[in-house]
């Protein structure tokens, strides 16, 4: 009989996991690829707070220097490492395999426009690349948290940055958030603000010669604007080497077009001349630093699309090397280039030399077939273009996927703001539906911390931010959650929620079956409206197909089958146990529900 599943049923068959063997791969942390893993990831201010006393990062005053307040969205609430240590039993509870945590290294702790401040509490506007923020812990702390991971074979992924730095350089013509971008055309690094200007930097040859000895001739800074730095800040940036303007573009903010994409400011911030011999090497030294010291497994480069091709070129090589000294040889590395389309990043592991990028085209796509209900043939479109990355399947297959993130906003979100109206019910089967999908199709799953305890937030940035622990953020607090009648006004540590027990068992599934995780991939049925979806992962001999429903109303519909997958069994949802006839097996899928069936080979 067909009918809807009533919320208390989801709860319970969330609860519930099928024989599906060891909740963890079988393989060996060592012996783990990249599309082994499910990673977590979190920002560490915003997970649990474990030490108070760190809570003002060390400073004194109010919000304005410490940059710690609680109630505001916008500053330090008072997470860390010590803290996410703590929860790490949480954590791998849901079959979380790499933890990817938000950058942690010192901050600027207050920066902004009048009026208009926040703190560095995300971790993106860094100061001190050598050392962790005071608000978040000690390096002793941070040590402790990768060894503890690594004993639990979990894997440590750190967010770095190279495009640029806190905003400290000012320009003497303009606020700073209100400079325009001034082009190398316009303003020649050969003269001082512009065509007209006085002669400097003699003998520069520009960006098309990137020798050390051509760069040795530029050093004067001045081509664009005036700049200067305030004698409070002349030593606040480590290395020393980063308080020289000289090491940046000073052109003025980006519209992220053209040029500027490389070259301008982040409203305001520290654009770094990546171009320039030392800061390569610079960047290059900080980085493999980190892994020297605490053998962590992998970087998530933030910004990579705002740098120009040549450093990654000679960075991604660099870091892959200095791992493998330090005995990592699965290091993994991602960029995150924020764009929809495949194609664009795909030319970052082609030309750019990335191993893999943040898959945005994948959360598009669910964006489009999951949350705003067009067919589900979005996503076969989305897979065959799966050919244009360099290794094409195969590096398609390590690709990170996500629903939602810290900048975009959360898919619960996305669902309440797309579907007014939508109820309790549904909203958590299409939640747990959107992560099924995202477990089982190809790629790298990555969960964001909250989503699992039903987190919804009231937009992007700030507004996808909340605290898992008791929250004092009234604009967070008066959120809907999904799955819960909690706020985040207390902690949601809850390993009895219904998403976290959904995504556990996906997890034990995924992980006990290697087809799901390194299957080849090969669509089966898609239709141009809301409704079936379905895909087989192929492994050493073992058919698993998946079928998934993103319609309101239930499906029965016959799925094209490896020939020789005659017997069946469930791994999740009700599975028929024999093929209809060779090459076709019948499916029926209750509404925003889904099928994992698998067939293996006679004996």
């Not at 030294?285 to 605490?294: K, S, T, V």
């Not at 499916?587 to 099928?595: G, K, L, Q, R, T």
Request: glycine share 10%; hydrophobic share 35%.
């Amino acid at each position: 009989m067909w009918r809807s599943a009533s919320l208390a049923g989801l709860i319970w068959l969330a609860a519930c996991t099928n024989d599906v063997g060891s909740a963890g791969p079988a393989e060996t942390s060592t012996e783990r690829l990249p599309q082994d893993e499910v990673v977590y990831f979190l920002l560490p201010d915003r997970f649990e707070n474990a030490d108070p006393g760190n809570d003002q990062g060390g400073l004194a005053g109010d919000r304005m220097v410490t940059g710690f307040d609680p109630t505001h969205k916008g500053f330090y609430h008072g997470g860390d490492i010590a803290g996410l240590t703590s929860r790490l039993d949480y954590i791998q509870g849901m079959g979380v395999t790499a933890i990817w945590l938000a950058p942690v290294y010192r901050n600027k702790p207050v920066q902004g426009a009048p009026g208009e401040e926040s703190a560095g509490y995300h971790g993106y506007w860094i100061t001190d690349f050598t050392s962790i923020d005071p608000h978040f812990g000690t390096r002793e702390e941070f040590a402790r948290f990768v060894n503890e991971a690594h004993a639990r074979g979990m894997r440590v992924y750190m967010d770095i940055i190279t495009n640029h730095t806190a905003d400290v350089i000012q320009y003497r013509e303009c606020p700073i958030q209100a400079c325009a971008y001034r082009s190398r055309a316009d303003y020649p690094y050969t003269r001082r603000g512009g065509l007209e200007g006085a002669p400097i930097n003699d003998g520069f040859l520009g960006d098309g010669d990137r020798s050390e000895e051509n760069f040795a001739r530029l050093t004067n800074p001045d081509f664009a604007y005036e700049t200067y730095v305030p004698e409070a800040e002349r030593a606040i940036k480590t290395p020393a080497w980063l308080n020289d303007p000289i090491y940046y573009h000073n052109r003025g903010n980006t519209t992220f077009r053209g040029e500027n994409s490389q070259m301008g400011d982040f409203a305001g911030l520290d654009d770094l001349y990546t171009e320039h011999p030392r800061v390569v090497q610079g960047m290059i030294d900080i980085y493999g630093a980190w892994i020297d010291e605490f053998g962590i497994d992998g970087y998530r480069i933030d910004t990579a699309r705002h740098v120009n091709p040549e450093f990654w070129q000679a960075f991604v090589p660099a870091m892959q090397e200095r791992a493998r000294k330090r005995g990592i040889d699965h290091f993994y590395i991602f960029g995150e280039v924020y764009d929809p389309d495949p194609g664009r990043l795909a030319r970052f592991t082609r030309v750019d030399g990335f191993p893999t990028v943040l898959d945005f085209a994948f959360q598009s796509a669910v964006f489009d077939a999951f949350i705003r209900g067009t067919g589900t043939d979005r996503l076969n479109t989305l897979f065959e273009s799966d050919v244009v990355y360099e290794g094409g399947a195969k590096t398609a297959g390590m690709l990170p996927t996500f629903l939602g993130n810290h900048d975009m906003g959360r898919f619960a979100h996305f669902l309440i703001r797309e579907t007014p109206g939508i109820s309790d019910e549904e909203l958590l089967q299409r939640t747990i539906l959107g992560h099924a999908f995202m477990m089982f199709a190809r790629g790298v799953p990555v969960i964001y911390y909250g989503d699992e305890q039903g987190f919804t937030g009231d937009g992007n940035d700030q507004d996808a931010r909340e605290d898992m622990f008791p929250s004092r953020t009234a604009s967070y607090n008066d959120n809907r959650l999904a799955g819960s009648a909690a706020t985040t006004a207390q902690s949601n540590f809850d390993a009895s929620h219904p998403i976290y027990r959904a995504i556990a068992q996906m997890s034990a599934i995924r992980a006990s079956v290697p087809a799901l995780r390194r299957g080849r991939q090969v669509v089966r049925n898609y239709v141009e409206t809301p409704g079936l979806f379905a895909f087989s992962r192929l492994h050493e001999g073992v058919e698993v197909m998946v079928a998934l429903n993103t319609g309101k109303t239930p499906l029965r519909a016959n799925v094209e089958v490896e020939p020789g997958s005659a017997a069946w069994r469930s791994l999740h949802g009700s599975c028929a146990p024999a093929a209809s006839a060779p090459a076709s097996y019948a499916v029926e899928i209750a509404p925003f529900d889904y099928v994992v069936c698998i067939s293996e080979p006679r004996a």
